[in-house]
């Protein structure tokens, strides 16, 4: 008698609690994906959304129990990420990455190359103003007087000149100047940074398996401001867990019992501990 009062699982139950796994799946998958400790770039963020906001979309064939599960995560999820600048900050990372570049609108392929042509702009006056800090030093290094530090003056000139030519390049300096100059004025900045773009844009999309930062690496010869730009975004965590899982295991290393560790055995046990 007291058995059959106990308040048992009915079939009811069963089949809700297959149907909030069902739900929820995925979103254990995506907290995996986030949480790597393999490359997970910031350019993942966004078509993860774009994927846990088509499967939480209420449906028709839904269950009420369902609906209110789907509009209860999509209503926290949706969130997230809302400030305009970052925002904008992870659009730009998913562009670059050659797994979801189709992922993104025409308006931050714009916001790119406009970013590009800003870093080259301010990489060619860092150039020049080093190119006159040269000639400056140069004409202090020929007027200093023979007992002063000449050789402070020597060193910092040879810090700024250019590596010293083979004897090849020094035989045919003039036509290799003027095959740069001749390439120069071929295409300007921005129709090179435009030329780039278009070509990484042609190319059809990678698996997900790939490592963008190595498909960067490997594309580096042909696509160069574009590369370079990539490693800045792509560098960036998806999430802090990496860090954080660092932090525990220093925790774990250093403790009250091991206070006495010197900081290079520590360092080497933390990274063996990462490592293993």
Request: hydrophobic share 30%; aromatic share 6%.
């Amino acid at each position: 008698m007291e058995k059959d009062r106990l308040e048992r699982l009915s079939d009811d139950d069963y089949r809700k609690a297959e149907q909030f796994i069902r739900v929820m799946k995925i979103l254990c998958t995506s907290t995996i994906c986030i949480s790597a400790e393999r490359s997970p770039t910031l350019g993942q963020i966004l078509p993860i959304l774009g994927k846990l906001q088509h499967h939480f979309t209420v449906t028709d064939e839904d269950s009420s129990f369902t609906q209110t599960i789907k509009d209860k995560i999509w209503g926290d999820l949706s969130k997230r990420y809302q400030d305009e600048s970052i925002r904008q900050f992870l659009e730009e990372g998913t562009a670059l990455d050659p797994r979801f570049k189709t992922k993104v609108g025409d308006e931050v392929w714009t916001r790119l190359q406009e970013e590009l042509v800003t870093r080259i702009s301010q990489q060619n006056k860092g150039v020049t103003q080093a190119q006159q800090m040269e000639q400056e030093l140069e004409r202090t290094a020929g007027d200093h007087d023979d007992n002063s530090s000449d050789e402070d003056c020597t060193a910092a000139v040879t810090t700024l000149k250019k590596p010293k030519l083979s004897a090849l390049e020094e035989l045919f300096a003039d036509e290799d100047m003027a095959v740069e100059i001749r390439q120069e004025n071929t295409f300007s900045t921005t129709e090179k940074i435009e030329e780039e773009i278009q070509r990484y844009r042609g190319l059809p999309s990678t698996l997900t398996s790939v490592n963008p930062v190595t498909w960067w690496w490997n594309a580096r010869d042909n696509m160069p401001m574009l590369s370079d730009l990539a490693t800045r975004y792509l560098c960036v965590q998806a999430s802090s867990t990496p860090s954080e899982r660092t932090f525990s295991t220093a925790g774990d290393t250093i403790s009250q019992e091991r206070a006495c560790l010197c900081p290079e055995k520590a360092d080497m046990l933390i990274v063996l501990k990462k490592n293993c």
